[in-house]
């Protein structure tokens, strides 16, 4: 099921991509112990473009499998980097079975730069699986994993007036008592995307957990607002 050939091009295209001046400073300041190349990332993005145009998949599931084997078997960030940017098309947009791939990165990936990679794409399906994946969701914004936790906050960053304010601030809400600075920069960020929709109502919010939000999230909530 693994297009080879896809996955060859980008490994070959990423050799020739990479950059050891800039490989040191890129693997600190993502605080990995995953080596990078020090390719860049739209030069990565255009990399995987180029290789579905030229070996294109004969359907979802061959996508899948192909985005599961680049992923696990990465050796450099970019090949992971990669494997986000392979689910970019339209032949996974909609497809809910893409959502196990998605968890496996948010949750072995472990780190902001992955997480908020497919937060695009599990937005997508929301908005293409209402019911479904509002449940998947709310479970999410409870979860142990803070990573988790992160994503079902940032799942609507992208879309705009058709937000579910209820979810959304129910996955905030459970989330307001932890300290931990992602989540924390998540909720800012997620209601500060939506302020530029809903101004009013992001306003409101934060008036009305104004005893719980974090300094740090209310001050992103608020940025756009305060101009």
Not at 74 to 80: L, P
Not at 101 to 116: L, M, S
Request: with cysteine; charged share 25%; aromatic share 8%.
């Amino acid at each position: 099921m693994v297009n080879r050939e896809a996955l060859e091009a980008i490994r070959a295209g990423l050799r020739e991509l990479a950059d050891p001046a800039r490989s040191a400073g890129a693997q600190a300041y993502m605080k990995s112990a995953m080596p990078s190349l020090g390719a860049r990332v739209p030069e990565v993005r255009q990399l995987a473009v180029a290789a579905v145009a030229r070996y294109p998949f004969g359907s979802a599931g061959q996508l899948r499998e192909s985005v599961l084997e680049l992923w696990r078997t990465a050796e450099f960030r970019e090949e992971r980097y990669a494997a986000i940017d392979l689910t970019g098309g339209k032949l996974v947009a909609s497809d809910l079975n893409m959502l196990p791939v998605y968890e496996e990165i948010i949750r072995q990936g472990a780190w902001w730069d992955f997480a908020d990679g497919v937060a695009g794409r599990i937005c997508a399906l929301l908005q293409a699986h209402r019911a479904e994946m509002s449940a998947v969701i709310l479970r999410w914004s409870s979860d142990p994993d803070f990573w988790v936790r992160r994503a079902s906050i940032t799942a609507q960053l992208k879309a705009k007036a058709d937000t579910d304010t209820e979810l959304l601030g129910r996955v905030i809400e459970a989330n307001l008592p932890d300290s931990e600075f992602f989540i924390r920069k998540a909720i800012g960020w997620a209601l500060r995307e939506y302020a530029k929709t809903a101004p009013d109502w992001v306003a409101a919010f934060v008036a009305a957990h104004e005893d719980r939000i974090s300094p740090l999230s209310r001050r992103e909530a608020l940025k756009n607002l305060a101009k």
